[in-house]
């Protein structure tokens, strides 16, 4: 069965300074991950995915992230954070083979400071 | 605008009292699911369903019933409410029946409460 771990309920991070969003994942055989992210009162954007190939991938909003397959992580990364970036954001996890359906971490809640 | 729409949006109701929420996306995608969001635990996947006439359940059906009759719409139905059905639900769906890495498009959101 697929797990995902956002191990942080919420991080802080003041504007132009780089952020991370941590996202640990378990998955039997090779995993796609994605990043979503959610706006007050609005449903979940899709942000980017991971679904084989170069580790660092990009998405909107110039957030990128790393998969990193021996430490079964895919941390969320954007060089510069905007206040407008504050959210919630949510890591999801499905295996590459067959049909499995698509398992959420609990959230991690981002807030940019000015 | 390609989209989800669910409706309502909000409803405060009364254990007991039978309702319906209704999605309908106009993507022509085949995969269509309902979620629940809940402080502390994520999204737990309530009912998929991978076309027209199939669907299945996910990882917290108690209580909820589903129907896929035509490809843009799938409604969730809670028969009997109860209080611990009070929750954010949101609905989904994808191109392909679900085993690809399409993303999934949201809906904005049905915030029930039941007293």
């Known amino acids: 069965a697929q797990s995902v771990a956002q191990p942080e309920d919420q991080v802080n991070v003041a504007e132009g300074n780089p952020l991370t969003v941590k996202c640990t994942y378990s998955?039997?055989?090779?995993?796609?991950l994605f990043w979503y992210v959610q706006y007050p009162n609005r449903g979940l954007q899709f942000l980017l995915k991971y679904i084989t190939g170069d580790n660092l991938v990009k998405g909107s909003y110039g957030f990128e992230a790393e998969f990193n397959k021996s430490q079964t992580s895919f941390h969320l990364k954007k060089p510069s954070a905007l206040v407008s970036d504050s959210a919630l954001y949510f890591c999801?996890?499905?295996?590459?083979?067959?049909?499995?359906?698509?398992?959420f971490g609990t959230g991690t809640r981002l807030l940019v400071s000015p | 605008e390609a989209q989800v729409t669910q409706n309502p949006r909000y409803l405060i109701t009364v254990t007991g009292k039978k309702l319906t929420v209704t999605c309908s996306q106009n993507m022509n995608h085949e995969y269509m699911s309902w979620y629940r969001q809940d402080p502390g635990l994520g999204l737990r996947q309530i009912y998929y369903s991978m076309n027209v006439e199939v669907t299945d359940k996910g990882d917290v059906p108690e209580g909820y019933k589903v129907s896929r009759k035509e490809k843009r719409n799938f409604p969730l139905i809670l028969e009997s409410p109860s209080p611990n059905q009070t929750s954010l639900y949101f609905c989904?769906?994808?191109?392909?029946?679900?085993?690809?890495?399409?993303?999934?498009?949201f809906g904005d959101g049905t915030r029930l409460s039941i007293l």
């Open positions: 989904a769906s994808s191109p392909g029946t679900g085993g690809l890495h399409q993303p999934q498009h």
């Open positions: 999801a996890v499905k295996r590459n083979t067959g049909f499995q359906k698509l398992v």
């Open positions: 998955v039997s055989g090779n995993p796609y």
